[in-house]
């Protein structure tokens, strides 16, 4: 288990490439799952309030790798359908199509958003 809090999305790209080379991910996997990383952060910024938010990156089950990004708003995402020209309002999406599975658990203060990556589904 790793935990960084970081306002640098560089930093967290690389902790979560770091952690994923050592687990023997392929170099596809770790992509997606840092570009579902970025937008998790990114999400934290604009609309989560947080400048730092934590990060949290967990091996979990065979196979398994557990990302989350904590921030301090309490609103639960949801994913848009934005129209054809919205410039944004994408990003669940994404994460949705990156991953194997996303989800949002309520905290004390904010919230976790998360994805899984499974080596299988690589």
Known sequence: MRHLNTPSLALGRQSL???????GWPPSAIFDAQLALCELLVNAWRHGDTPAP????LSIDHGILRVTVFDESSVIPTAQTPDLLSESGR????????TSRW?????????????????DAA
Do not use: T
């Open 17 to 23: 490439q770091d952690a994923m080379l050592r687990l």
């Open 54 to 57: 934590v990060v949290q990156i």
């Open 91 to 98: 990003g669940l999406q994404l994460v949705a199509g990156l």
């Open 103 to 119: 989800g949002v658990d309520p905290q004390k203060r904010g919230k976790s958003v998360w994805f899984e990556c499974e080596r």
